[in-house]
């Protein structure tokens, strides 16, 4: 263990100072999601367009649409409502070809079902991946109060029902973060690792640790150690960037967390025996770049997988980064935890394959 | 030192297709040596040594090292050994004071600050002790490898070419240090193409030359076996004198304007001097030459070694 921790604490020092090899790592993936971030968010604080259409056209669903408009909430954006015909076909097209914030339906029968002391559902319509979604909710909450407290209604009978649209106003962040994760643990696991080994042949540094009594899966280990600990500052920067700058909508789920181990120890694995076959720092960068690359750009990352022409889906299928991808998208934005355990279970059995496979071939001895 | 063999290797060989790098060589160390393998860049110092060092895997023949076979279980002995190999280079980004910490903790050895900093002083480079590793000019990175070799604090060092890059004055101390080592009961194989070095510091040198072994001795053994007999330069004789010289019957050689006088077996230069002057031979002054290893050297192998390489 000791070994262990002082090849650790020796590789930590170099790293961090290599100043260049951590920009890359980390700065890299974080120069995507603010770029992606930028080009994808509104401002920081959007403006409210709200669509409201009145099926009831009674004197209390007027009302309702004056306390509406006169609730004011402490908001620093600009929050406006517009009026629709009733013959309008409301639905997501419509919302997000207008580029509004959603839509408030006042269903016909709502003077009759509060006057029959029977509750009457409002439909709204939000997008709850958008920072937008919270003003929205409270304003028609503060709304129905001040509309259930007047003489002329004096009972709660207002709910909401919300359905859920997708108006793409942060559709791509909130599916390109994940894709990030697992392209910042591939970039850092696979590539620099890759010449990281290749380094240490030319330089010679596995004849002198082949001379002490480190040995070799206690090296291997320690790298992987440190390249958690990378991908775990990594990761929690990319958070702190894409959901708490850019207001993206993905969460951390145990799932999650295993796929960022098992991709660590996957990618590492790959870039460990690339660097060992290569032996020569350009070699091994060579190698991993045309291995990293098409991966980058085939995985699913950047495009969804179903916009791929069908041969290049088959293609995908071969990348260990597909599976990554996709499992964290699934855990992390869809909440689908089974398509992602299947994700995991790839990567899982990949990385033990080629994390033996790493054992075995890396030698330190020469011919 | 004792008579315990350290090291046992017999029949080794290393081959590379047609190419034998090493070619059958037997030798053993004893505990509290400093052996020498002297020969040419290319002669298989280095591919013995590594072998040796678990490094490389022999062709054939058997290597023991503390009576373990080191093809079979390198591993059990690593702790005992400390290496310094031919093409070091350190840790570029470690400081000298880091990288021993870092090799303490592969040896399981506890380090204080200033056990760091006695190791440095014995290495002379305490002074660089805050410049990280890849700043250190070349002879200055070779001192901090042998700092790395002798952190475990190894019953046997293998110092492959421990000098190469240093200065005069830093090669003398390292002399000096590693004798020290040997007077501790440290055994110490070292690699080297200096001759003076060889003759200085070796209880025993194994001469190599293309892959295999010229010879084996001490230096004074091999000097007075294979170094040539002593000789004498005698200065500012004139045309008369060398007429006398040669007359005299004296073994003896022109060396440009002077002559050398070759000294026979049981004579001392004071018999010399004496036959000289009954001779009536003239002359301003002469200078006295002791063979060395070098000359022992140049008649095993046909050539000295200048920087590194056979010069004939």
């Not at chain 2, 059990?76 to 310094?84: E, K, W």
Request: overall charge negative; hydrophobic content about 45%; charged content about 20%.
């Amino acid at each position: 263990m000791s070994r262990i921790t002082a090849d650790l604490k020796a590789f930590a020092i170099q790293y961090l100072r290599n100043p260049f090899g951590a920009a890359f790592s980390i700065g890299f993936p974080l120069l995507l999601v603010i770029c992606f971030g930028a080009m994808f968010s509104p401002s920081a604080t959007p403006d409210v367009h709200l669509l409201i259409q009145d099926l009831d056209g009674t004197p209390m669903s007027e009302q309702f649409i004056d306390t509406l408009n006169q609730t004011t909430i402490s908001y620093s954006g600009t929050f406006e409502t517009y009026m629709t015909e009733p013959t309008y076909d409301m639905n997501e097209s419509v919302l997000q070809e207008h580029e509004l914030s959603g839509a408030i339906v006042i269903p016909a029968g709502f003077e009759a079902q509060i006057s029959g002391n029977q509750s009457v559902d409002i439909i709204v319509f939000l997008d709850e991946s958008s920072s937008t979604d919270g003003v929205i909710l409270e304003n028609v909450d503060t709304a129905i109060v001040t509309f259930e407290a007047s003489s002329s209604v004096s009972g709660q009978y207002v709910s909401i029902t919300i359905t859920e649209i997708d108006n793409g106003e942060f559709n791509f962040l909130n599916f390109f973060l994940p894709g990030i994760i697992a392209l910042t643990i591939m970039l850092n696991c696979l590539m620099i690792l890759a010449s990281l080994m290749a380094d240490y042949w030319s330089h010679g540094y596995f004849k002198i640790l082949k001379t002490t009594p480190l040995k070799k899966w206690e090296w291997v280990l320690s790298k992987l150690i440190w390249y958690l600990v990378v991908m775990a500052v990594a990761i929690l920067l990319l958070f702190v960037v894409g959901v708490g700058l850019f207001g993206a909508n993905v969460t951390i789920t145990p799932i999650a967390i295993a796929l960022i181990v098992a991709g660590t120890l996957l990618f590492s694995s790959i870039g460990m025996i690339i660097g060992a076959l290569a032996k020569h720092t350009d070699t091994a960068a060579g190698i991993s770049q045309a291995i990293g690359q098409p991966m980058m750009f085939l995985s699913g990352i950047f495009w969804q997988l179903e916009e791929f022409p069908p041969i290049m889906q088959t293609i995908s299928k071969f990348f260990p980064l597909t599976y990554l991808g996709a499992g964290l998208r699934a855990t992390m934005l869809e909440g689908n935890d089974i398509l992602a355990l299947e994700n995991l279970a790839v990567v899982v059995v990949l990385a033990v394959v080629f994390f033996i496979l790493a054992v075995k071939l890396i030698k330190w001895k020469e011919k | 030192m004792s008579n315990e063999s350290i090291i046992t290797v017999t029949e080794l060989k290393k081959h590379y297709g047609d190419i034998k790098a090493v070619d059958g060589v037997s030798f053993d160390v004893k505990r509290g040596q400093i052996f020498s393998c002297l020969g040419p860049n290319g002669a298989g110092k280095t591919t013995t040594v590594e072998m040796m060092e678990g490094l490389r895997t022999p062709t054939s023949g058997k290597i023991e090292i503390f009576g373990v076979d080191v093809t079979q279980d390198y591993a059990s002995i690593r702790h005992r050994v400390g290496v310094l190999p031919q093409d070091f280079i350190p840790f570029e980004r470690l400081k000298a004071p880091e990288a021993i910490a870092y090799f303490a903790g592969l040896y399981g050895k506890e380090m204080t600050k200033d056990d760091v900093n006695k190791l440095l002083e014995t290495v002379e480079l305490v002074h660089r002790k805050d410049v990280i590793a890849k700043k250190l000019s070349g002879g200055e990175k070779r001192k901090l490898g042998i700092a790395l070799a002798l952190v475990g604090e190894p019953d046997l060092l293998f110092l492959d070419e421990p000098t190469t890059g240093l200065d005069a004055q830093a090669r003398r101390n390292l002399w000096g240090l590693l004798e020290n080592l040997r007077d501790e009961g440290r055994t110490i194989l070292l690699t080297t193409h200096y001759l003076d070095e060889a003759e200085k510091l070796s209880d025993e040198v194994f001469v190599m030359h293309k892959g295999k072994e010229i010879a084996r001795a001490s230096p004074q053994k091999l000097i007075e076996q294979y170094g040539g007999k002593r000789s004498m330069i005698i200065h500012g004789c004139d045309a008369e004198s060398i007429q006398k010289l040669e007359a005299s019957g004296f073994s003896m050689e022109r060396v440009q304007k002077d002559v050398k006088l070759f000294i026979g077996e049981g004579e001392s230069v004071r018999d010399i001097v004496r036959r000289l002057d009954s001779s009536d031979i003239l002359y301003t002054d002469f200078t006295t030459n002791e063979p060395t290893l070098e000359d022992a050297f140049i008649n095993l192998v046909g050539g000295t070694i200048v920087s590194g390489e056979l010069s004939k």
